[in-house]
């Protein structure tokens, strides 16, 4: 694996070379627009608004709309003047208590290791983030964008983790979520509670698949087989009702998770889970 970049990780006077790498791969299924008739490509064409003329790449410029319908133009020698020095280094602004961070400012991991030389200072920044549980607050240029990020130990490597700036994440206050006008009744509660106690599974990542992808890349394999003759039955989701007696459909819940845990280990734990959704 070809790492993204070479740096180094710099804390006080400390500064630690390192590489770094991706730590997550998506395959994405990527579709084409084609024409019915004959499944021609169809291509994107750069139109000008105003006159639905085809606009050449040369003629074309960067701007702001700072208004509706004003742009102030922006040329190269501008982004320019405005970059950020790329200078490869992760540079550790502040240490804090890791569970005092919102998961939500977590966005994308990359894995660091330690490049000739580094290896000392590495482990000893790693075995002090893991007995610490802290994580180091960086700001990282990766690809002429500068990132908030954090650093952090995980098993026997550390990890660099891009985080979103306080000003990306939508206030919680900007939602309208209706408020209830009664407390759960403790009965629902204890159910409630019972219920996710019966359901708790020791964490395994690989329990949890993508089933929408596996699903229509079979369904595309099946079309190349068969030439793309038929199309193949459509799967009808169940329409979804509104829960009216939620001490019962708790209790149902309850009694179809008990009665797979009963039935032993041989049957996967998501059969019951969709059951549990298929009551609610």
């Known amino acids: 694996m070809r790492s993204l970049w070479k740096g180094s990780i710099s804390f006080g ?20 627009l084609l024409r019915a008739s004959d499944l021609s490509p169809v291509n ?18 960067k701007g702001y709309e700072y208004e509706k319908g004003k742009f102030v133009v922006l040329k190269d020698e501008d982004f320019k003047r405005v970059d950020i020095e790329a200078t490869q280094t992760v ?11 919102n998961p939500m400012y977590f966005q994308k991991p990359y894995y ?15 075995e002090v983030l893991k007995d610490t549980r802290k994580a180091g607050i960086a700001k990282v240029v990766i690809r002429t964008r500068q990132h908030l990020a954090a650093v952090k130990a995980q098993d026997n490597v550390l990890i660099l983790e891009i985080m979103h700036f ?3 994440l939508v206030d919680v206050d900007e939602l309208n979520i209706p408020a209830t006008k009664a407390a759960p009744r403790k009965r629902e509660v204890d159910m409630a509670k019972a219920l996710v106690e019966q359901m708790t599974e020791k964490w395994d990542a690989s329990r949890y698949t993508d089933d929408y992808s596996s699903a229509l890349m079979k369904m595309i394999k099946e079309k190349i087989e068969r030439g793309d003759k038929a199309a193949p039955k459509a799967v009808k989701a169940r329409r979804q009702t509104n829960v009216i007696d939620l001490a019962a459909v708790l209790q149902q819940s309850l009694n179809e998770a008990g009665g797979g845990k009963k039935k032993g280990a041989a049957k996967p734990k998501s059969a019951s889970r969709k059951k549990t959704k298929k009551a609610a």
């Open 13 to 32: 006077l400390v500064n630690i070379p390192v590489s770094l790498y991706p730590a997550t791969r998506r395959e994405e299924l990527s579709f084409r």
């Open 166 to 168: 306080a000003d990306e």
């Open 44 to 61: 994107y064409k750069r139109v000008a608004q105003t006159d639905g003329k085809e606009v050449p790449w040369e003629q074309i410029v």
């Open 91 to 101: 540079d550790i602004l502040d240490f804090v208590q890791l569970s005092e961070v």
């Open 112 to 126: 660091l290791v330690p490049d000739k030389g580094g290896a000392p200072a590495y482990a000893l920044l790693h």
